[in-house]
């Protein structure tokens, strides 16, 4: 094992005898050059010597190599770890890279590489993780994705030009721990088989293992890391990777309901569904989901009432439901009344932390009487009707009675009148009969 990693070792990686340094062939397993100043070309040090490197783990991140990846990875037919993340590398991922059958691990994150889903990751089957996010890569992400890689437990897709939609297939991958394809352009539906990802629906027991990692020559071993975005940090997990469960497919263009078998998922941690065009009803059964942390549904168009059931997510410390068309009261809990009323704005909700409802007043038309008081309105307006019926029968009944009493002339017109119109009606009564 050769470790110089965490180093302020700078500029190119140096010759002697025309070859690199360490030159080839390795005998010690595991190089680790990363979190230094490294700078230039890697091509000399992957592809230069005539004999077959027996390195089973390369780590060259967090450095300022550039250029493209070289395309000369059969010479590393052992090679279960691969990390390049944080560069300056740029181009396509080379076609040899498929050569890496025995690849388990592959970060390429926060590079410049381009182009569409790299085939010829097709014929690495044995992976387990997969992160190329923040890149440029872009077209649609591939069925066989779900297809090639049975085991495979992270797989990052995020910040980069992926559209289409998610693929069906994806579903296969019943192992899946993480899965980020946030920022980018894709679209559709969220399967409704999401619920086969059992490695999400099953809550960690005590026994398990903490950490995800390799066995490699010599008794080594090396540990696998994951860079996973949490209540909007981004946090590095490696020691504890194996109990985390997270779903982020913010900043897209997803649409449609949410499906109900997502809240079959009793283990999933975090869920970010925020900045997409979902709607419909947050599913009622949402608080089946025990295990999650941070739930953040903001910046869709999804209406009805906040279900009851969220308000027994006790381990829930970051939510965000905010620039919905939500309605009604918020369910009363210690749990969701914790949060600040930011994470309800932009909706028709009430309720702690929210002003109470009964202030709304939404059925009551508004009185203007310049006191605010919607009671007090409420009272006058009946008042004045009541009093204003009253008024209208007395002046009606006077302004009829009061002449006939006074004047004896109009009092005769109108018996006259009276017994005219009673003679008139029998006649016409006896006539049709």
């Known amino acids: 094992e050769l470790n110089l990693s965490n180093n302020q070792i700078y500029g190119v990686i140096p010759y002697f005898d025309h070859r690199p340094l360490p030159y080839q062939p390795f005998e010690f397993g595991l190089l680790d050059l990363s979190n230094n100043a490294l700078s230039g070309s890697i091509i000399h040090l992957i592809c ?10 390369l780590k060259l991140s967090k450095n300022y190599f550039s250029g493209d990846i070289p395309d000369c990875w059969m010479n590393w037919p052992h090679l279960q770890v691969l990390n390049l993340d944080d560069n300056y590398f740029t181009g396509n991922l080379p076609i040899s890279i498929g050569t890496l059958s025995s690849l388990r691990s592959l970060h390429l994150r926060n590079n410049r590489l381009a182009g569409i889903f790299p085939v010829s ?27 090639r890689f049975p085991r495979l437990l992270i797989l990052n897709l995020r910040s980069n030009k992926f559209n289409g939609s998610l693929p069906v ?13 946030a920022h980018n352009n894709l679209s559709g ?37 994951a860079s996973v975005v949490t209540k909007g940090l981004l946090v590095e997990y490696n020691s504890i990777l194996n109990l985390v469960r997270s779903i982020d497919i913010s900043k897209n263009n997803f649409s449609g309901e949410i499906p109900m078998q997502l809240t079959n998922l009793e283990g999933l941690q975090t869920l970010n569904l925020s900045h997409n065009f ?32 969220m308000s027994s997510l006790s381990f829930l410390n970051h939510l965000n439901l905010s620039e919905n068309d939500l309605s009604g009261q918020i369910p009363s809990s210690t749990q969701l009344q914790s949060f600040g009323a930011s994470c309800f704005s932009g909706n028709d909700l009430c309720g ?33 009707l009541y009093a204003s019926m009253a008024l209208g029968f007395v002046v009606g009944f006077w302004c009829f009675i009061g002449p006939l009493l006074v004047n004896r002339r109009w009092r005769y017109k109108y018996g006259h009148f009276l017994d005219g119109f009673v003679d008139r009606f029998c006649y016409f009564v006896r006539k049709c009969y």
């Open 278 to 309: 979902f709607v419909g009803k947050i599913p009622e059964k949402i608080g089946n989901m025990r295990s999650i942390e941070s739930l953040d549904f903001s910046t869709n168009r999804l209406f009805g009432r906040v279900p009851p059931s």
């Open 189 to 225: 539906t969220i399967p409704r088989c999401i619920n086969n990802f059992t490695a999400m629906a099953t809550i960690n027991s005590s026994n398990q293992k903490n950490a995800i990692y390799y066995f490699v020559t010599r008794g080594n071993i090396v540990f696998e890391d």
């Open 352 to 384: 702690a932390p929210l002003p109470d409802c009964t202030e709304k007043n939404t059925f009551a038309p508004e009185v203007p009487n310049g006191n605010g008081n919607e009671d007090e309105d409420a009272d006058e307006v009946d008042w004045l």
């Open 48 to 57: 230069n010597g005539d004999n077959k490197s027996v390195i089973i783990s």
């Open 169 to 181: 297939q994806l579903c296969h991958l019943t192992f899946l721990r993480i899965l980020d394809v």
């Open 121 to 147: 990751l097709k014929n690495c089957s044995s992976l387990i993780s997969l992160d190329i996010g923040e890149n440029d890569f872009f077209g649609s992400i591939p069925t066989w994705v779900g297809e």
